[in-house]
């Protein structure tokens, strides 16, 4: 996956490049690591004198935060590192409790869920996200039980 962005800072247009886990800025490489084990979280600091950048990778998506709004969506930055601990742990349930109940298919699933559950995490909505959990196990072991049944 291949971003990039133009940014001008005191009259100087400076190139900001994200390829994989490398950031290029102005031709200079910078390996990223992400914060997660799950999914891959990156939250990394570019200044150019008084413009803050911030490069936000969350999964698949990507986008630049300029003094404190992202290009791509125009919504306003929020640090990645306000995700909870207990996310990470209710995605890997549901990793694992899909892989038990349903082989490929259900760690599959698994991981879209836990994706999720990151999204909707980074929007705060813990209730929402405690009742997505309990919805997706549910789902999660009815489609187990009705592969065992359609299987017997």
């Known amino acids: 996956m291949k971003k990039q962005w133009t940014v001008t800072a005191d009259g100087v247009n400076h190139t900001i ?48 935060a300029v003094n404190g709004r992202f290009l791509g969506s125009g919504e306003p930055y929020q640090p990645i590192s306000s995700i909870p601990v207990y996310v990470s742990v209710l995605a890997g349930i549901s990793c694992v409790l899909g892989f038990l109940m349903n082989s490929w298919l259900g760690l599959c699933l698994g991981i879209l869920i836990g994706v999720m559950y990151f999204n909707i995490a980074l929007k705060k909505k813990t209730g929402v996200l405690i009742v997505a959990f309990i919805v997706a196990t549910i789902l999660q072991i009815a489609l187990g039980i009705g592969i065992a049944f359609l299987l017997a």
């Open 17 to 64: 490049e994200y390829k994989g886990r490398n950031l290029l800025v102005d031709g200079q490489k910078y390996p990223l690591k992400s914060s997660n084990w799950f999914i891959q979280l990156i939250d990394y600091a570019i200044n150019f004198g008084d413009t803050q950048c911030r490069l936000v990778v969350m999964g698949n998506k990507v986008d630049l």
